[in-house]
């Protein structure tokens, strides 16, 4: 297993450290199931972004905080979501 550590300027770079494991895992959202892209198109678009895009901070996925997520999931995922 590897270790890296936060950002300089994380809150948590003090108290916490990411783990890199030798083996393939599946990251898993806990707590509530992913949205329906029909329904919940915004907050689809953001679980999307956060699960498939490798990121270090939201800017990498996430270029202002004035933008949907939806402008910017569209290198994830096409227009057309077909289920």
């Known amino acids: ?16 450290t990411l783990h890199k494991y030798n083996i393939p895992c599946i990251p898993i959202i806990q707590g509530y199931k992913i949205p329906s ?19 270090k901070t939201y800017t ?6 004035n933008t949907l997520w939806m402008q910017n999931s569209n290198v994830v995922y096409p227009k057309k979501i077909i289920f």
Do not use: G, R
């Open 60 to 65: 990498y996925i996430k270029k202002s905080i």
């Open 37 to 55: 892209p029909k329904n919940e198109p915004e907050n689809y678009a953001h679980v999307i972004c956060v699960l498939f895009t490798p990121w």
């Open 1 to 16: 297993m590897q270790y890296h550590q936060f950002l300089e300027s994380h809150p948590q770079k003090h108290t916490y």
